[in-house]
């Protein structure tokens, strides 16, 4: 275990924080900075991540979605059978009325 680990200290100390994650200088009068090519890369990269995590949930809500779903028919289809099944009979059904 290195060091920094022992530490409590992340693995690559350029990797993150406000050394690179931040400009390195600034306008007076207010204008945006360039992105370093660092800041780019890492940019692309988590866009890229958020892109995936939405496809996925977006996969995940429709596999729910279909599951309740086919859930529901099994039920409804269930419940026909029953219903075809189970009739009433003898004084039940005269008071029903033949259907």
């Not at 200290?9 to 009068?29: E, H, V």
């Amino acid at each position: 275990m290195t060091e920094g680990l022992r530490n409590g200290l992340c693995a690559n100390p350029n990797g993150f924080g406000p050394l690179t994650n931040l400009p390195d200088f600034s306008y007076k009068d207010g204008r945006k900075t360039p992105l370093g090519v660092g800041q780019q890369a890492r940019l692309l990269k988590q866009r890229e991540f958020a892109k995936t995590v939405v496809k996925f949930c977006k996969e995940m809500d429709f596999a729910v979605e279909r599951h309740n779903r086919l859930q529901k028919e099994e039920e409804q289809n269930r419940q026909r059978i029953l219903d075809s099944k189970l009739k009433p009979k003898g004084k039940q059904w005269l008071e029903t009325g033949s259907k």
